[in-house]
């Protein structure tokens, strides 16, 4: 009996093993395919293709190669790129209950701090919480609260533009820096009411290195973005340096979104704090708060303020390179104005809102579409296995809109390399189009972004780059120097895409504009967010 037994045994373990290899067979074989895309190296799989500087341009080559869904392997972590509206909004928006988590990269996220950011933040009840808040308070296109206050700050701009010229640099030298302080001390008074210094802000200095970090805490290679549980060895270990790295971008992190906060308790306490996002929710949430509404109301107020410093202002830097490389459109968009303006004022939001300035509005289309900020978004995760055109999507994909290739899709937008506001404006208006609906797709529905992880900023952005390029046409001329064209697709090529610096030759265009330039105030500490009937709107559900 003994002997049968063990005879018996290895029989039925091998028989099981069997079974279940035929299973796994079986089920390989039934199971849908997954979708096209290159060919993978083994173990590493695309890894090699998705590092490359030139990142957004391999994307946009297997579009053309493999068509609108791609899938590709990184280190056993599969991808999906979506490279048409169509499929991004099939799944991004129509399927956003199971497209809406975030990649979970433990280095930038647990070890660097950055866990909280809404950017990163999975889609559970804390990132709901502040988005609604976004949504309430900048949910509208009008968003017309916000209006002194952006007059203002891109006033300030013009005349830091201005005082650069008098001072000799009329090259762009500084061009850059003044309008990231435009667009950082702008979200400065929405988020918190504080007003930056131009030079040595004492918060404004902290950012860039912030920038600096979440940027490589983001970079593919961190080995503990594969092995989670490597962020549990002690900081001693060998190899374990990447924990102290992540200590010291948690502390500077932590520094920069609680000292804005500290400030605004302070002016509360003062009973002179300005209306701004923080102090409306502090007060809102009064005696009451809960620790964790505090965290949370300090990382949303850290978000808009972050969210809205790199993004608006490298879309306004590369409008600067747009008017140097096409000085027929800047003189069609000039001439818009002086017909409106007669040199008289300059343009403000009431003549966005009234449709005054047609080609101007054109022209910050194209400019949204040739330039994409985000030009591959931020990846999204699918929370469960789904099926989409005959194709299996793993459960914890990261799903990318490929927002650059969207943005130059030929169906949509004929030649798009060609940078032609005239492609959003019908023949009445010296444009391309027969009708009305013959417009194209507005590129604000694909640049930022889908579902219900779409940009919560838009509204606010989109005021912000609106003005900034009617008042820089309305008093500066815009030109390129003898010897020194700007390369139109030399671009930073991290996350986020900005133009690499570049000269051009900034003039005042005439001495009424020159006096419209100086009657502008010195003292420019006095707009702030005005007061405003809380709209919640469906965008940013
Ligand atoms: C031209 C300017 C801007 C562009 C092109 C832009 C674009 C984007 C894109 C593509 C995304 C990712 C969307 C997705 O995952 O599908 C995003 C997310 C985000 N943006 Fe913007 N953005 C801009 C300005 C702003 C501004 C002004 C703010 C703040 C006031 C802001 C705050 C955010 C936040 C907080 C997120 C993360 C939302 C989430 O993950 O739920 N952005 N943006």
């Known amino acids: ?24 067979i079986l089920a390989a074989q039934t199971r849908l395919p997954l979708p096209p895309g290159p060919q993978a190296l083994p173990f590493v799989g695309n890894v090699m293709d998705m590092v ?7 994307y946009h080559k297997w579009a053309t190669e493999h068509g609108d869904v791609v899938y590709v392997m990184v280190m056993g972590q ?14 991004l928006v129509k399927r956003s209950a199971i497209y809406s988590d975030r990649p979970a990269f433990t280095m930038a996220s647990k070890v660097g701090g950055n866990e909280k950011i809404m950017a990163v933040a999975q889609y559970h009840r804390p990132l709901k919480t ?56 702008t979200t400065l008074r929405i988020a918190y009411g504080y007003s930056a210094t131009l030079e040595d802000d004492p918060i404004l200095k902290q950012v860039n290195p912030a920038v600096r970090d979440f940027l490589e805490a983001c970079k593919p290679g961190w080995l503990v973005n594969v092995i989670p549980a490597l962020r549990h060895l002690p900081t001693w270990f ?53 620790i964790e509404e505090e965290l949370d109301i300090k990382w949303a107020a850290f978000a808009l303020f972050s969210g809205g410093t790199d993004t608006v202002s490298s879309t306004v830097y590369a409008f600067y390179l747009a008017m140097t490389l096409h000085p027929e459109i800047q003189r069609r968009a000039q001439a818009e104005l002086d017909r409106v303006l007669a040199g008289r004022r300059l343009p403000n939001l009431h003549d966005r809102q009234a449709g005054a300035l047609p080609y101007i509005d054109a022209l910050v289309k194209e400019l949204t579409r040739w330039a994409p900020v985000l030009p ?46 005239e492609r959003f404006l019908t023949k009445e208006h010296g444009g391309d189009c027969a009708t009305q609906d013959d417009i194209p797709m507005d590129p604000s ?5 889908y579902g219900k992880r779409g940009c919560p900023g838009r509204h606010l952005a989109e005021l912000g780059v609106w003005l900034s390029v009617a008042m820089s046409l309305a008093v500066y001329n815009i030109n390129v120097i003898d010897g020194h064209i700007p390369s139109s697709t030399n671009y930073e090529r991290s996350s986020i895409s900005r133009p690499r610096p570049f ?30 009937a809380k709209k919640d709107s469906s965008a940013f559900d």
């Open 1 to 24: 009996m003994r002997d049968r037994l063990a005879w018996l045994l290895p029989c039925v373990g091998l028989g099981l093993l069997l079974a279940v290899f035929l299973y796994r």
């Open 52 to 58: 490359k500087a030139d990142g957004w341009d391999t």
């Open 78 to 91: 599969p991808v999906v790129l979506l490279n048409s509206h169509e499929t991004a909004t099939d799944l």
């Open 130 to 185: 502040m988005r609604r808040w976004f949504s309430l308070v900048m949910g509208t296109r009008t968003s017309d609260h916000f209006w002194a206050l952006q007059d203002q700050m891109i006033k300030g701009f013009i005349k830091n533009v201005y005082r650069d010229i008098l001072n000799g640099d009329s090259d762009g030298t500084n061009l850059q820096t003044r309008i990231r302080w435009s667009a950082a001390a």
């Open 238 to 290: 060998p190899g374990a340096s990447f924990l102290k790295i992540g200590k010291q971008w948690k502390n500077r992190l932590e520094s920069l979104a609680q000292d804005p906060v500290d400030f605004v308790k302070e002016q509360m306490m003062n009973g002179v704090a300005p209306l701004s996002f923080t102090r409306e929710l502090l007060e809102e949430h009064g005696q009451k708060m809960t």
């Open 376 to 421: 591959a978004g931020i990846p999204h995760v699918l929370r469960q296995e789904d099926e989409y055109r005959g194709w299996r999507i793993p459960k914890g994909t990261y799903v990318i809109a490929n927002l650059w290739t969207i943005s130059r899709d030929e169906t949509i937008y004929p030649n798009p390399i060609e940078f032609r506001p």
């Open 445 to 449: 529905k694909i640049n930022f972004g």
């Open 503 to 532: 000269k051009c030759h900034i003039t005042i265009r005439s001495q009424q504009a020159e006096e419209l330039i100086r009657a502008i105030p010195d003292d420019d500490a006095t707009a702030w967010v005005q007061p405003y």
